[in-house]
């Protein structure tokens, strides 16, 4: 899954949004509360706690390109969902940062783990155009959610 948007703001300040990676609850309005695990707030190996409901989320940064692409696994699903890599790639545009959000869920080779991969794809879609609303948002307007 993967979804696209075009932020009015230049690229480095998208990635300082992006790069406050335990704060994530501040511009994601799905996101009810989130804090860094580790010592490490940013950069590959850092972890975040994110609430989602009534679900725990773990989140540890597998890439860190500053100012391109952020990448990190996701932990706290039921083993049956598989496995779960988010990316957030930023390029320039005219005048913009176009910025993309891949969701990608590697399902286990069974027919019920691909049902329920391909169910939380589409949950993870909207999800991803919340977040980009949000961070959108939070970039061009100062706001938070």
């Known amino acids: 899954m993967q ?3 075009k932020i009015a703001a ?3 300040k998208v990635w300082a949004v992006l790069a406050d990676f335990p ?3 501040t511009w994601a309005p799905n996101v009810d509360h989130s804090t860094a695990a580790t010592d490490a707030r940013d950069g590959i190996g850092a972890v975040r706690r994110v ?3 009534r679900i725990t989320l773990m989140e540890t940064v597998v890439d860190w390109q500053p100012r391109e692409l952020l990448s990190y696994t996701v932990e706290g699903l039921p083993p049956i969902a598989g496995s779960i890599v988010t990316t957030w790639r930023l390029e320039d545009g005219d005048g913009t ?3 993309t959000v891949t969701t990608t869920v590697f399902s286990r080779p069974n027919p019920v783990s691909r049902f329920i991969g391909r169910a939380l794809s589409r949950q993870l879609g909207r999800a991803a155009k919340q ?3 949000g961070l959108a948002a939070r970039v061009e307007e100062g706001t938070a959610t």
């Open 23 to 25: 704060a994530i609850a």
């Open 97 to 99: 940062t176009k910025t």
């Open 3 to 5: 979804k696209t948007t």
């Open 131 to 133: 977040m980009l609303g």
């Open 10 to 12: 230049p690229r480095a």
């Open 51 to 53: 609430q989602v409901g």
